[in-house]
């Protein structure tokens, strides 16, 4: 048995095990489990128009069926949260971590007036889970769903056998990746198929080992309340031409000015793996720094780095270091790491 440290968190696990839940995940497929999300439902005639003014992404025009991903700013243009947000025709369901929760309902409620929008946490109501991998897509008609793949964040109300469950897909950069929205008896059931069809469990470590590999940022992580929404490089997060929101004239400034000084992006690591905090510097002079860690189950391990660099140093064969440890920008997802999702 030994550690895995992410984030400065130590993940007690077998290093053997974690790179067997990776690699079958990049290869084949893996059920991750989504209990630290929470969903939220907002109705009322105004939660529309309500929630377009309070979000970056364009709320207002989205179809029935079709979610975005957004950012929750305040009046100064930083980020307060992230989320998902879904048109289910009736209601709009907000998906976010649960430790944002408490944030975003105060956030809500300070702007709800005389609004009609009613919020309400309907997480002890619907669990959830994800299949992610190159065969998720096959796994889940394997075990007798029947659905069109669709494109990223797109949902569908299906029947898996006689129960009601939702199948969304989600809008990983580089790994296939659906979700399923039911009450906890069927969620039980459907993992216990998955099982069944040889899909494997995966671990805290594992998923956090996908996520950074796929450099995905993490809210409370890699975006912090400190950043803006463009320093983060989440264009998907972001639309320009949906009218005033919270916060719009700082990222609409920031948009007319030109680009901020910098930028989210990935580390690959030469030598020992550098701390969470750690600035990036340029001959002695910081110019970025390291937000999640990891080694990678692969090629014998890898280790590589999210965080922030200052755009006018972006430049692969730049000679940057973190501490003692040399590192250099790398595109994300990180290369050589993940096949073509099917």
Not at 47 to 68: I, K, S
Not at 256 to 267: I, P
Request: proline residues 3%.
């Amino acid at each position: 048995m030994s550690s895995t440290v992410i984030n400065q968190h130590t993940v007690i696990g077998s290093s053997v095990e974690l790179g067997r839940e990776f690699t079958q995940t990049v290869v084949g497929c893996g059920i991750v489990d989504l209990s630290s999300r929470a969903k939220l439902a907002l109705t009322g005639g105004d939660r529309v128009r309500w929630l377009n003014g309070m979000v970056t992404n364009n709320v207002r025009d989205l179809a029935m069926g079709r979610g975005v991903y957004a950012f929750l700013l305040n009046p100064q243009g930083h980020i307060l949260g992230d989320l998902y947000a879904y048109n289910r025709g009736d209601s709009i369901v907000v998906d976010t971590d649960q430790a944002q929760v408490e944030k975003m309902l105060e956030t809500f409620d300070h702007y709800i007036i005389m609004d009609d929008v009613e919020v309400a946490n309907i997480s002890d109501k619907t669990m959830a889970i994800a299949i992610a991998g190159p065969k998720a897509g096959a796994t889940l008609r394997e075990i007798g769903f029947e659905f069109e793949p669709g494109e990223k964040l797109q949902f569908v109300d299906t029947e898996w056998r006689d129960k009601s469950v939702t199948l969304a897909r989600g809008d990983y950069a580089a790994l296939d990746w659906y979700e399923l929205w039911a009450v906890p008896d069927v969620i039980h059931s459907i993992r216990d198929a998955l099982r069944q069809a040889e899909a494997i469990e995966l671990s805290e470590a594992t998923v956090e080992f996908l996520r950074i590999a796929a450099g995905m940022p993490k809210y409370g992580v890699d975006i912090r309340e400190r950043d803006l929404p463009q320093e983060t490089s989440q264009d998907r997060a972001l639309n320009f031409s949906k009218g005033c929101y919270i916060g719009q004239e700082i990222v609409e400034r920031i948009r007319s000015r030109g680009a901020v000084h910098r930028k989210f992006t990935g580390f690959d690591v030469q030598g020992p793996t550098p701390s969470v905090g750690m600035k990036v510097q340029l001959n002695g002079k910081d110019v970025g720094e390291i937000t999640s860690i990891a080694t990678l189950p692969v090629n014998g391990g890898r280790n590589v780095a999210l965080g922030y660099i200052r755009r006018e140093v972006v430049k692969p064969d730049q000679e940057l270091f973190a501490g003692e440890t040399r590192v250099s920008v790398a595109s994300l997802p990180f290369s050589d790491i993940f096949g073509s999702a099917s």
